[in-house]
């Protein structure tokens, strides 16, 4: 059997999954293990397989995986260059509600701007509620994204319900945070008041302990809500 023929994955889908879990950009990929992040950028998203010998053996060791599996995943590769399918992010979600509101997203085909747009919802929150699988703090909150999603009341109280055990599960809240996320309504508010108002300079001292890696970070975040 041809690698074409092969069910195995080709090299640009092991190379961009293998990326996805380690859960760093390409960028951080290719500068971790010292690779052209032009050559990496090429085989993901066209599916063209480097050639050098001096980028095909660093680049079986970066994704631990034995010479045969490499080679084969690289012959398939060589056969169709096809580009890497991206997972859904919806498969990465941190609850039931992010869940829902990633499928949405997807199905829609929505940015990050679109989606605040369509909601009717600040920038700022609508990147917490996407990227970040927060659970929203506002009934007046709760009622657009509800709108937006068509959902019923008790439909959506049922998803918020699901959605506040995983986060009950995962997070190893005290009994107390547990009794305030289940009383009746949609979300407990926060104990702390949030500011009403940030200045620049507030803004600026906290970039200054932010670490190159978290400013990196932040300005990924930044473009990804502009």
């Known amino acids: ?21 380690s859960g760093v950009s390409v960028a951080g990929f290719a500068k971790e293990y010292d690779l052209p992040y032009v050559t990496l950028m090429k085989l993901i998203a ?12 660093p680049l079986m060791g970066a994704l ?12 398939r590769s060589k056969a169709n260059p096809l580009p ?11 609850n039931p509600f992010h869940s829902a509101l990633l499928q949405l997203v ?22 917490k509620l996407l990227k970040r699988g927060e659970l929203p703090g506002r009934q ?13 009341e008790i439909a959506y ?26 009383t009746p309504g949609y979300v407990a508010m926060s104990t702390g008041a949030a500011p009403m108002n940030t200045t620049k300079g507030e803004l600026f ?9 978290q400013l990196v970070s932040l300005k990924q975040f930044l473009l990804s809500v502009m």
Do not use: W
């Open 205 to 213: 001292e906290l970039i200054d302990r932010l670490s190159p890696s």
């Open 1 to 21: 059997m041809s690698p074409a023929d092969d069910q195995s994955p080709s090299l640009a889908q092991i190379v961009a999954d293998h990326i996805v879990r």
């Open 140 to 152: 007046t909150t709760h009622e657009k994204l509800r709108a937006l999603m068509n959902m019923s």
């Open 46 to 57: 066209f599916g063209q397989p480097p050639k050098r010998k001096a980028v095909l053996h």
């Open 84 to 94: 890497a399918e991206g997972p859904r992010q919806s498969d990465h979600a941190l």
């Open 106 to 127: 997807e199905e829609r085909q929505l940015t990050t701007k679109a989606f605040a747009e369509a909601a009717d919802l600040s920038v700022l929150t609508a990147a």
């Open 157 to 182: 109280k049922d998803l918020m319900a699901a959605s506040r055990m995983v986060e009950t599960s995962t997070t190893g809240e005290t009994e107390s945070a547990i009794e305030r996320k289940v």
């Open 64 to 75: 631990g995986i034995d010479e045969e599996t490499f080679n084969i995943a690289l012959a």
